[in-house]
C-alpha cells in the first residue's frame, strides 16, 4: 500500500453532479423525441442544443474532490476532478505523530426546496484527524464508522504511526 485515496463526499459538489445528470438526460430526450417524432425543427439545431447538454452534462456530473497521499513520496494532494483531468499541487507531508477517530453529531435541518420534506434529524459523521506539530493537519469525514475504523488503520499503518 503506497498511496491513501479518500474520496470526498461533503465538498459542494452534490448540487453540480445532480445539474449535470439532469441535463444528461435533457439532452438524450431532446435527441429521442426528434428521432421517434416527424418535427419540422432542423436537424443541427436538434443536434447542436440535444449534444451541448449532453457534454455539459458529462462534464458536470464527473466533479468530483478527492485527497491523495503518497506514502512512500512522503506528499499528498488535495484535488479536483474534472471528466480525467486532475487539478490539484502536492504539498509536502508533514510529520504524522498522532490520528484519531471524533465522533461528531449533530441536528440538520433540510431546507424546502421544493423536491424532500422539511425535517430535522440527528446526524453522526466519524472524522479521521491526522495531527501533526499538536495542530490539526488534515479531517477526513466518513458516514460510518466502519469506513472511519478502517480508513485509520490504512493511514497509520501507511504513516507508521
Do not use: C
Not at 448540487?15 to 449535470?20: F, I
Not at 439532469?22 to 421517434?36: E, P, Q, Y
Not at 468530483?64 to 512512500?72: E, G, N
Not at 424546502?112 to 477526513?140: C, E, H, W
Amino acid at each position: 500500500m503506497q498511496q491513501f485515496i479518500y474520496k470526498n463526499h461533503n465538498d459542494g459538489t452534490k448540487g453540480p453532479r445532480l445539474l449535470g445528470q439532469i441535463m444528461l438526460g435533457a439532452g438524450l430526450v431532446v435527441i429521442l423525441v426528434r428521432l421517434l417524432f416527424d418535427m419540422d425543427t432542423d436537424p443541427m439545431k436538434v443536434a447542436l442544443v440535444g449534444g451541448g447538454a449532453i457534454l455539459i452534462g458529462l462534464i458536470m456530473s464527473t466533479i468530483k474532490s478527492r485527497i491523495l497521499i503518497d506514502f512512500a513520496g512522503k506528499k499528498y494532494k488535495e484535488y479536483q476532478t474534472i471528466l480525467w483531468y486532475n487539478m490539484g499541487d502536492w504539498m509536502d507531508l508533514p510529520l504524522v505523530h498522532k490520528a484519531e477517530i471524533v465522533q461528531h453529531s449533530f441536528r440538520k435541518t433540510f431546507v424546502p426546496n421544493g423536491i424532500t420534506p422539511t425535517m430535522s434529524a440527528q446526524v453522526t459523521i466519524y472524522k479521521v484527524v491526522l495531527l501533526a506539530d499538536g495542530r490539526k493537519f488534515l479531517v477526513l469525514d466518513y458516514a460510518k464508522e466502519k469506513k472511519a475504523a478502517l480508513a485509520l488503520e490504512e493511514l497509520k499503518e501507511g504513516l507508521g504511526i
